[in-house]
């Protein structure tokens, strides 16, 4: 009677013959964790530094150190005695992955004896020769696929139920102490999300930020102290690791914890610090409040663009019906009850309709934004608000100088008045001849009109310019 290895139950169980045997690696287990702190950068890279008790025994010892990530850079490895720094020393370490999977198991016994058990307690000597059956050597008979319970006789040297650290230690005496393991780890990163909710006259608003923790790295960190870096680090390419950085993790102050984010400037980053504990499960995505603000002023900008190619042949209207931009800006300033280092990510813009219920407006990116810098969002194009551009003139005086002149149409189809910036990028070395509204010069080669266009009504801005290429 033949059964497939799905049916074919794997266990482990001491059968090897007696004798002398090694001693096993003192193993060290999150069950003896005492502390854990966790940094978290934006490009999928964490720092974890976790504080465990064991009791050393003097002398040159194995030691497990199980429960770290599975991604776990082994190059980054820093180990420390708390108790008694200058007593203890690694010789050596190891980062065993090779983790336990039935499949595994029996590549591993592949070539070697196993016992299969029949239901009245009676066994039968096999070698196992293949996996795929599995195919057994009994007697000299070879059967594909066996009767029985496949029970071996040891787990193999180096498979293990979960990644871990295997260290070969030299310890001044035998105590109880604290050893502290810091490490790089990828498959860990966060991001930053903002949630803006307009008023009805759009120049007020309330600003929520969120950070999204997602946490693939093969560990769970349980009741962590969290804190996260805001910023662009490089990272080598090449072989070498960042090592654990005290600051980043120092210890969290033992106060009544809020729950809130406090930043902090790090060397040319942002430090961003739980003031309380959270846990990051394995596989899990987790959201946090960074900040919050109410009744931030903000501008909305209705923006008209043109482009540097349009003065160096002749156009007539390059495009009918040209679409004005939306965009909404506000000053990350103290005065605006803002006034703190702003993460880079995307930020959604909401503003509740005649119902009451809020619906999506914009969405943009942002960059990290430090306080007194403003932040300006793309909000989409205006869809009752359009522009129409026409080369009135254009003409070569001599040399490389020409004079081109253009007509700016503005029409607005909504119920109430707006303004419309009409910005120009102008190539080359340029002054304006004649304009019908004053122009403003925003830099080396750019003019800005600001047009305002009655409801249900339109304007017009004409100028003309000289320019030298």
Do not use: C
């Amino acid at each position: 009677m033949r059964r497939s290895i799905a049916t074919v139950l794997l266990t482990v169980a001491a059968l090897s013959p007696g004798g002398p045997v090694a001693a096993a690696p003192l193993a060290i287990t999150r069950e003896s964790q005492r502390d854990l702190m966790v940094t978290i950068y934006n490009g999928n890279l964490g720092l974890v530094k976790d504080t465990r008790e064991a009791h050393l025994p003097a002398g040159t010892s194995e030691v497990q150190f199980a429960d770290v990530a599975a991604q776990i850079d082994p190059t980054s490895v820093h180990l420390k005695s708390l108790t008694d720094p200058a007593g203890l020393r690694i010789l050596e370490q190891n980062y065993e992955y090779d983790l336990l999977s039935s499949q595994k198991l029996l590549e591993k016994y592949v070539g070697k004896k196993v016992r299969l058990y029949q239901g009245n307690a009676s066994y039968v000597e096999a070698t196992l020769l293949a996996t795929d059956g599995p195919v057994f050597e009994i007697n000299g008979q070879i059967h594909m696929g066996y009767p029985g319970q496949m029970v071996f006789p040891s787990l193999p040297e180096n498979l293990v139920s979960k990644p871990t650290l295997l260290w070969l230690l030299r310890n001044g005496a035998s105590a109880p102490q604290r050893i502290e393991a810091s490490y790089l780890t990828g498959g860990i990163t966060w991001k930053a999300d903002y949630v803006v909710i307009l008023n009805a006259a759009d120049d007020r608003a309330d600003l929520t930020g969120w950070v999204t923790v997602d946490n693939k790295s093969g560990a769970t960190y349980q009741e962590a102290a969290l804190k996260l870096v805001a910023g662009d680090l490089n990272r080598a390419r090449a072989e070498g690791a960042l090592r654990a950085n005290e600051m980043a993790l120092k210890t969290a102050a033992a106060a009544p914890a809020s729950r809130d984010f406090v930043s902090e400037g790090f060397f040319e980053y942002h430090l961003y610090t739980l003031d309380g504990r959270t846990t990051i499960k394995d596989n899990q995505t987790k959201q946090l409040t960074l900040m919050s603000a109410a009744n931030v002023p903000v501008k909305k900008e209705l923006a008209f663009f043109g482009a540097r190619d349009f003065y160096r042949s002749q156009y007539g209207t390059p495009m009918s019906n040209q679409k004005v931009s939306v965009f909404v800006e506000l000053a990350n300033a103290k005065a605006n009850n803002l006034g703190v280092p702003l993460p880079k990510g995307k930020i959604r813009v909401y503003k509740a309709d005649k119902s009451g219920s809020q619906q999506l407006v914009g969405e943009d990116w942002i960059d990290h934004t430090p306080q007194d810098e403003k932040v300006r969002i793309k909000m989409g194009e205006a869809f009752d608000v359009v522009g129409e551009r026409t080369q009135r003139d254009w003409k070569k005086i001599g040399g490389s100088t020409y004079e081109v002149e253009w007509e700016i149409s503005l029409r607005n189809h909504k119920k109430e008045n707006v303004v419309v910036s009409v910005i120009e990028p102008i190539p080359g070395d340029w002054e304006v001849i004649q304009e019908t509204e004053r122009h403003e010069k925003l830099e080396a080669h750019t003019l800005r009109y600001e047009v305002p266009v009655p409801a249900e009504g339109a304007a017009k801005v004409t100028y003309r310019v000289r320019l030298r290429f």
